[in-house]
């Protein structure tokens, strides 16, 4: 299980070298406490959804893919851009990530430039690679080298699509701002293709032959990464991994982390060291709730009735 004694203390020099996520406002006398704090973004396009939230300070930033616009009610591009573009006033000038649905180099970065035309606060986001699983003709290197003429041209983008701390680093090296860790299909996956006779995230790392005679090792990522602890454990010390290695480097790059499936991970990746949190509206909606907060409303509800004319 994820440990808070495995948390890097270095972790808050990284922090702090960075800028301010609330910074201090022009005539306000208090500062705001969580100045430094990691940012909340919503994972959805719905409109009624981020409104309130956004209102509410609670959300900094949306990003979007086009499952998610499609779930917004788009049916077509001219929906979609639509849906887009009123995402990005609504938030402005806080981000709004857009992903590309472009595939090869040249279009893509022609789509990023569109887009990042809608607003200033557009972030473009670029799958880090799995291009020749779509088809076997594309550039493995395609995602990195849009990353790297996105950031020769000053446009922000986030790689999405990460899924070991190798891939994290080479986007930042490229010129990522963001980098996205999407925690939980990596314990979908492991959950789905573990040999359960071997230890916990083997289907992720397992070498029990140097020579790899059988041809069955895997080294998609470190071994404390997949097998450090339970499965569900995977995404947060992905987080950690990722963050320990940009404390080293004095990397800036942003980490973003996403794919959660339950709010106790919110909790373990802010413990690991992430940057942002970016939300599903689902979730959202539930981190205030405990079954302890309500018994204690219900209570307070009933013993303040006593003050009542």
């Known amino acids: 299980m994820f440990s808070i004694i495995q948390t890097k203390a270095n972790t808050h020099s990284r922090r702090i070298r960075q800028s301010e996520t609330r910074p201090a406002v022009e005539g306000k006398k208090l500062s705001h406490p969580s100045n430094r704090g990691p940012l909340v973004f919503a994972d959805t396009a719905v409109i009624d959804d981020i409104r309130p939230l956004y209102k509410a300070g609670i959300i900094s930033g949306v990003t979007t893919n086009p499952s998610l616009i499609k779930k ?8 979609a851009v639509d849906i887009a573009k009123e995402l990005i006033k609504l ?3 806080n981000p709004v990530l857009l992903e590309l649905t472009e595939l090869t180099e040249d279009a893509m970065i022609k789509q990023a430039v569109e887009f990042s035309a809608w607003g200033g606060n557009v972030v473009i986001k670029v799958p880090v690679g799995g291009y020749q699983a779509v088809d076997q003709s594309y550039d493995t290197y395609t995602g990195l080298k849009v990353i790297r003429s996105l950031w020769a041209k000053d446009i922000k983008c986030a790689a999405t699509l990460v899924f070991n701390s190798t891939q994290a680093l080479w ?3 490229a010129g990522a701002m963001f980098v996205a860790p999407f925690l939980g299909r990596l314990g979908d996956y492991a959950y789905a293709n573990d040999n359960p006779e071997k230890q916990p995230g083997n289907s992720l790392y397992c070498i029990e032959d140097h020579k790899n005679a059988n041809n069955d090792q895997n080294v998609f990522n470190t071994e404390y990464v997949a097998c450090g602890g339970a499965r569900k454990d995977i995404g947060p010390r992905l987080i950690q991994e990722i963050s320990a290695i940009f404390t080293n480097y004095d990397i800036n790059t942003q980490i973003l982390a996403a794919s959660f499936r339950n709010f106790a991970q919110l909790s373990e990746c802010a413990l690991a060291g992430v940057d942002i949190l970016t939300i599903p509206a689902n979730i959202l909606n539930d981190v205030c709730d405990h079954p302890l907060t309500s018994l204690g409303m219900e209570s307070f509800f009933e013993d303040s009735k006593v003050f009542v004319d």
Do not use: H, L, Q, S
């Open 171 to 173: 986007a930042a090296n």
């Open 91 to 93: 938030v402005t000038p």
């Open 72 to 79: 917004a009610g788009a049916t077509n591009w001219a929906e």
